[in-house]
T-cell receptor, first 115, second 113 residues
């Protein structure tokens, strides 16, 4: 059974700092990995999606990497801003079984960027 | 703009009552999903549907029911058999074409009163 772990559970940084959020998964047989952002009481907003054949994806100040063989992904946020404060969730989509389209989520990292 | 619409945003349920959460998408996505989110537990899959008129149980289906009569719609009923229904419910969809990424709705917060 796929398990996804996110470290740290919470992170507080001053504005302007570069930071890295970590995600690990136990089964490397994945179709893709997706990073989401969730603001309090809101739904999930997709940030970046990396296919299993890719190594990284970039969008603005965000860069996500994927090392499928070691079961790891990182989300790099450059020059953090108070508006980046949110919970960041990592999710992997599996390859095997009848439910091969379902996502398995980590519990998230709560990021606070202080002005 | 294409997206997923969940309604209502807030819902209150009395003991012994069934309630239905609405989820509609105009993305032409084939698959739809219902997740439950509780503090400290992350997102857990309740039901999913890959095509119209077919759906499968997820990890925590007990006390819930769904239907998929139209491609655009995937309503979730929380029955009286669900003993702890207070949670945040999220609907999502994905396509079998393109990058297979998921799109989520804005959620429904259900509270038992």
């Amino acid at each position: 059974k796929q398990e996804v772990t996110q470290i740290p559970a919470a992170l507080s940084v001053p504005e302007g700092e570069n930071l890295v959020l970590n995600c690990s998964f136990t089964d490397s047989a994945i179709y893709n990995l997706q990073w989401f952002r969730q603001d309090p009481g809101k739904g999930l907003t997709s940030l970046l999606l990396i296919q299993s054949s890719q190594r990284e994806q970039t969008s603005g100040r965000l860069n996500a990497s994927l090392d499928k063989s070691s079961g790891r992904s990182t989300l790099y946020i450059a020059a953090s801003q108070p508006g980046d404060s949110a919970t960041y969730l990592c999710a992997v989509r599996g390859l095997s079984g009848g439910s091969n389209y379902k996502l398995t989520f980590g519990k998230g990292t709560l990021l606070t960027v202080n002005p | 703009d294409g997206g997923i619409t969940q309604s209502p945003k807030y819902l209150f349920r009395k003991e012994g009552q069934n309630v239905t959460l609405s989820c509609e998408q105009n993305l032409n996505h084939d698959a739809m999903y219902w997740y439950r989110q509780d503090p400290g537990q992350g997102l857990r899959l309740i039901y999913y549907s890959q095509i119209v008129n077919d759906f499968q149980k997820g990890d925590i289906a007990e006390g819930y029911s769904v239907s998929r009569e139209k491609k655009e719609s995937f309503p979730l009923t929380v029955t009286s058999a669900q003993k702890n229904p207070t949670a945040f419910y999220l609907c999502a969809s994905s396509s079998y074409r393109g990058n297979y990424g998921y799109t989520f709705g804005s959620g429904t917060r259900l509270t038992v009163v």
